[in-house]
């Protein structure tokens, strides 16, 4: 289901420290295939996966276009938490001279990425609230851009 190219992977001896996706905004990271998630989860599970997951995963950010990247997954290992590999690769693909701007979106219950995020120099622009949020335990959807210096 992950577009491999767009992936990007820490290692830390020979370990998966973390990893991210960074996309031009205008395809998804993930494509959904429909025929193999009914193989792996069965005809009605797989048909309903794909039914839920499909508009989430393929609806594109509220910013997209010339210049401006698509962040997503961004995740870290357990055991390599707060040792800076989340820092180390947003950094990495700050690097990318195709983009000046880079937008992502994280729920406000994810207290420590927020505060990564700002940290690193992301700014909320804006905030949603989600479908099933008494479900899913989230408020809202907090949508945050990251603006390269000097760019223009």
């Not at 767009?6 to 991210?20: D, K, L, Q, R």
């Not at 401006?68 to 938490?81: D, L, N, P, Q």
């Not at 700002?118 to 479900?135: N, S, T």
């Amino acid at each position: 289901m992950f577009v491999l190219g767009v992936f990007y992977v820490a290692i830390i001896e020979g370990e998966i420290a973390g990893m991210t996706a960074c996309t031009n905004g205008e395809f998804s990271s993930v494509y959904l295939n429909k025929k193999e998630l009914r193989k792996h989860l069965g005809f009605y599970k797989g048909t309903i996966a794909y039914t839920v997951l499909k508009p989430e995963f393929e609806k594109p950010l509220l910013e997209t276009g010339n210049k401006i990247a698509s962040v997503e997954f961004v995740a870290t290992a357990s055991k390599y938490r707060g040792k800076g590999v989340a820092t180390a690769i947003m950094n990495y693909i700050f690097t990318f001279p195709q983009y000046r701007e880079y937008v992502l979106k994280v729920a406000d219950t994810n207290i420590n990425a927020v505060k990564l995020y700002e940290k690193l120099g992301y700014k909320e622009f804006k905030r949603i609230k989600p479908k099933f949020r008494k479900i899913s335990g989230v408020n809202y959807l907090v949508y945050m851009k990251y603006i390269k210096p000097n760019s223009k």
